[in-house]
């Protein structure tokens, strides 16, 4: 159950790769989800496209199969997905195809005045020619939305040119760029912490924070999307999305609004504060060797000689009066110990300790945001040991899983993509990336890309099952820090 639904108005949504691993993983089912916590009016129309050639019953079978699928029984139940997938439907299309269009504006032809949501599942190639064609179809009015999803090119060139050829037909107000970690609740809940409790804005400041460190670790390969991955590399795949949208929303000012384009405004000024990595040593790239039962990277994307890398870590600098010389160390990799993603925020040690020596010393205070499992906020402190035994430091946790906290230790956290297809619906677009944010974030990665391809180095080995490779630790060492373990 999640806490509390509001429901949407009816709408109409057009997804076009219906038949695509997005659509059957994570769309159909966060949409199924919604239906049965009762937020999708029974008048909504959900209509797949795709160049397959397939009927509604067809297409209703297919998402009835990946509910089944990806939904986990106890979630799911035959009524409601008898009813969820009597609102769908399927028009077959090919984009160059005008006879198709015509096809699919017809069936729309009803219902102008409703919110309606063209979900682009597509490689970007499609964005420019399917927008350019909802335009030429008369589908771009002003209660049309065109929802895209990385890559959002491969360069700033490349995003510049994305986002200038869906410009060409849509205001900036109608176009949902996605990050799926923007809808993961603890991500939301990172800005509820920071800007909804008035405890942690005095400390959140170079003054008191010693570092940040962000991890995003997972514990599967790329096997199966290989081709993609080894164009692509963890840096492009992860850093410039995922991991530098945790890093400005922990590190934006407070914006005047919760509303969408002040929070965007200061995320953009975080992203245009971040300056080179002062080193070849504060970026460490790796590549996963394999082991007896696993294949290496290379192996994975068949190509024994790649040099894309499978984890990179990197120290980051936020150049404005608030974090000036508080470091954001960011690590992200595939093949590593656990799946785990946190943000760690440490805390400066106490000024001056007044307990003796045989106390031991105090430990940092951490505040971790954890997202992915469990998620969940954890403060670190330094307690005394109970016990008789006189004054003895050891830490503690001051733990709050969000299932706990709220008394309900089955509430089943709503998958981001529910979160942000409803949000599309009702037309908010604050945890959606805006065109200048996705500019800015390349106009920081480009020059590191760059700067590997010139000098044509190989990522350093790591074990699979590791925290990765040596040099990502010594990154930290040579700082006096340490990364935090990557476990469950
Ligand atoms: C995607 C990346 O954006 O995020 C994948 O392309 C990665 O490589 C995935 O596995 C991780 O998402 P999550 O939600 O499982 O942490």
Known sequence: MVARVVPVPAFDLIVFGATGDLSKRKLLPALYQRFRDGQLPEAARILGTGRSPMEDDGFRQLAEEAIQNHVAADHRDADSLRRFVS???????????DDDWRALSDRLAHGEDRPCVFYLSVGPDLFGPIARQLAAHGLNGSNVRIVVEKPLGHDLAS??????????VFQEGQIYRIDHYLGKETVQNLMALRFANALFEPVWNARHVDHVQITVAESVGVAGRGGFYDATGATRDMVQNHLLQL???TAMEPPAHFDPDAVRDEKVKVLRSLTPPSGSDDIVRGQYRGNERLESYGEDVGDPASRTESFVAIKAAVANWRWSGTPFYLRTG???????????????????????HSAGEPLPNVLAIRLQPDEGITLSMTIKDPGPGGMRLTGANLDMTFADGLGQPDLRMPDAYERLVMDVVRGDQTLFMRSDEVEAAWAWIDPLITDWAERRDRPTPYD???????????????DGRRWREIAI
């Open 87 to 97: 609102l769908l439907g399927y028009v077959p299309l090919s984009v160059d195809s």
């Open 334 to 356: 595939k093949r590593l110990r656990a799946r785990m993603s946190e943000i760690a925020v440490f805390f400066k040690d106490a000024p001056h300790s007044i307990f003796p």
């Open 464 to 478: 699979i099952a590791s925290s990765g490779p040596e040099d990502a630790l010594m990154l930290m060492h040579r």
């Open 247 to 249: 890093l400005c929303l």
């Open 159 to 168: 995003a510049r040119d994305l986002n200038s050829q869906l410009a060409e």
